[in-house]
């Protein structure tokens, strides 16, 4: 298992390591074949010099690495986010904030990572720059150490922080920078054994980003623990969490029956079932609740949904250039971003309306319950060679996609928080477990993160 951020911080305290150290490590890591695919533009040398800065050792990230998702600005370099269509743009003149909110903490960016093309879809695969394969973070797993079991085939690493996932699973990045619009943080994280911290939206600000839905969008970051997420959001938010450890026995745990459990795969269900257990045998209330208002969903989003009408009126002036523009797109992502061109104005507004009364109903079912807990996603990564760019896999796409997106999405759709965390054993493909609730408990949520990780360290 992967030491985390908080450990090695520990580490460079006692003078038992070093920041050139721990990046030269990092470094090793990028540049081997456990990274094919997920850094489109390394920073190497700018790394090796910020690690070498006096007193880089005392902040907060300590000079450790972390990795830029290719949707947020970085000075002096051109944001593309994945894509072709914006390779030849100016170059950024400032970081975004969330980058400069972890540079000023200590944290040294390594790279920038590679993504699903403009963020547009949750299996991670991008046609452009090839599809980075699922890493076990947890137990260290490669996509082919073990001849004759699943984890011989390369797997998709969900998205669309596809390589910013990547780059926490192996080793190479303590905290991948990315974003969440319908999961974007938390399928990659189920897919590749680590932790995704979803916050509210409006914690951290989304400026120097490319959009795709600015009502869904959200900024957060991948880690390989709690604890870590925990510390890459308070610098993110600019906030403190406040700690408050609570005895098991006093938590009371939603499981929600609409949706969430719908079509799980075995791997998927036995480790939920594992999960819950462990969590009773703990003295944690579960309780089974409904939630019928999971299940409006699909009509509320029936027109298009937020993403689709959101991201077509920032790309419109691309597409209406011609055939020399829409041919750079990726046609799975331009399908879906076209979609939105469907939509009426009244039918936006009636979704935006529909959305605010969801969510006020979702509140009121949700008191007196410190957060609901379900499966991340419902399935274990595919075969990347089932899913790859060709219009024979397109239908099996498309499907996958919708499964991944399917259990998170409701969270944006909330306006809330989530986490994902590993809950699988070392025989498993990765799982990810999701804690979640409402606008603005993210300490809480947090909080009974850090409660019940240790339960779910299965050996």
Partial sequence: MLQDLTATKEDLLSAATSPAAEIEKSIAIAQSRACQHVFLRPMFDQARSRAAEPGIAATPLGGLSFSVKDLFDIEGQVTAAGSRVLASDAPALADSPAVARLRAAGGNPIAR??????????????????TPAAWDGRYGMAPGPIPGTDHAVPRVPGGSSSGAAVSVATGAAFIGLGSDTGGS????????????????????PAGGTVPLSPTLDTV???????????????????????????????LRLAVARTVMLDALDHTVAQAFARSLQRLSQAGVTLVEIPLAELGELA??????????VESYAWHRRFISVGDSVRGQYDPRVLARIERGAQMRAYEYFELVTARRDWIARMASALQGFDAVISPTVPIVAPPIANLAPNPAHDDAFFRVNALL?????????????AISMPCHTPAELPV?????????HDDA?????????????FS
Wanted: charged letters at 15%; proline letters at 5%.
């Fill in 113 to 130: 990572t590679n993504m699903v093309e403009f963020a547009f879809s949750g299996v991670g695969i991008n046609p452009h720059f090839g």
């Fill in 185 to 204: 943080i938390r399928v990659p994280a189920a897919l590749n054994g680590i932790v995704g911290f979803k916050n509210t939206a409006r914690l951290v």
């Fill in 220 to 250: 957060c970051a991948m880690t390989r623990s709690v604890r870590d997420a925990v510390l890459a959001h308070e610098i993110l938010s600019g906030t403190r969490v406040a700690r408050q450890a609570r005895p098991l026995p006093s």
């Fill in 299 to 308: 009509a509320i989003q029936a027109t298009g949904g937020f993403s689709a």
């Fill in 405 to 417: 997106l399917r259990n998170p999405s409701a969270v944006n759709m909330l306006d809330g928080c």
């Fill in 432 to 440: 990810g477990l999701m804690l979640w609730h409402a606008a603005m």
């Fill in 445 to 457: 949520i947090l909080n009974l993160a850090l409660d019940i990780e240790p339960l779910l360290q």
